[in-house]
């Protein structure tokens, strides 16, 4: 089966631009960024979600494509088919990088969704009835229980208020923890 005209005009024209591509003309990388560009910014943006790493990883595309062009293979697949698994692979690495993961985390506060929800003026455990469970501690647990997360207490002052060593103020905590967690399922 033989390409149409229009289809053979450009398989033509590719096979020109990937020849040029191959003599190293400069001239017909512009050609190429010209022609792919916009759909590649297209794949890529819709892999890494955000403007500024898309043209990132677009830019990091065209220098790999530039020099990685000697090992492109004409018989393998058509040259879109090459620069796209080029792109789509850049841009999955770029969203599976520790720096991006990073940087994904740590949003600056307008976009933070905790801005559009109205906040409790301080935290109140007896709003899930956290104050009424610890009722059913020993009362040693209770005790520090209550020091450490209503009153505020680190480890080490719970046990120089109880005159406890801090092991066992530690051992204690533990404990009522595990019981308060099976108290909530």
Known sequence: MSASPPESAAL??????VQRLRDRDEAAMTIFYDKYSAALYG??????QKEET??????????KIWHSFP????GKG???TWVLNICRNLAIDKIRSRQYRVGSRTQPIEESAALRQ???????????????MTRQLSPDQRQIVDLLYFGGF????VAEELNLPLGTVKTRARAAIKV???LIR
């Open 12 to 17: 033509a024209t590719e096979q020109l631009l």
């Open 43 to 48: 794949v890529i943006l819709r892999i890494v």
């Open 54 to 63: 898309a043209e990132d990883v677009l830019q990091e595309a065209m220098v």
């Open 71 to 74: 090992s492109y293979d004409a």
């Open 78 to 80: 058509r040259l879109y």
């Open 118 to 132: 109205a906040a409790e003026p301080t935290f109140r455990p007896e709003h899930i009835g956290l104050q009424e």
């Open 154 to 157: 680190t480890q080490s002052e």
């Open 180 to 182: 308060l967690s099976k």
